[in-house]
Nanobody, 121 residues
Framework: QVQLVESGGGLVQPGGSLRLSCAAS????????MSWYRQAPGKERELVAT???????NYADSVKGRFTISRDNAKNTVSLQMNSLTPEDTAVYYC???????????????WGQGTQVNVSS
């Protein structure tokens, strides 16, 4: 079994910063990519940022220049540094890992439980 656990959400004023963290544990053979998604009330879940095994990153246009995704491959963790937050960033943020749990198994998409981020004055 693979588990992903997020931390770091909370309430922040517009213009402020938050850092989210996610740790993957359990049966992990190889991590292909780790990503952050978010889902705002009444909206579909959307990709925020991705970091693949080679170190390449990709961001949603709405967060480019404000958010930074980083990985620690040795610790199987991924973080999301969020700066210049606006009320439009309010959402539940989910960590996603595309992971091979065993060498003889195909990869699967694993999700954390989500962490709430509220940006409000």
């Amino acid at each position: 079994q693979v588990q992903l656990v997020e931390s770091g959400g909370g309430l922040v004023q517009p213009g402020g910063s938050l850092r989210l963290s996610c740790a993957a544990s359990g049966s992990i053979f190889r991590i292909v990519a780790m990503s952050w998604y978010r889902q705002a009330p009444g909206k579909e879940r959307e990709l925020v940022a991705t970091s693949n095994a080679g170190g390449a990153t990709n961001y949603a246009d709405s967060v480019k220049g404000r958010f930074t995704i980083s990985r620690d491959n040795a610790k199987n963790t991924v973080s999301l540094q969020m700066n210049s937050l606006t009320p439009e960033d309010t959402a539940v943020y989910y960590c996603n890992g595309r992971i091979y749990p065993r060498m003889d198994q195909t990869f699967g998409d694993y999700w954390g439980q989500g962490t709430q981020v509220n940006v409000s004055s």
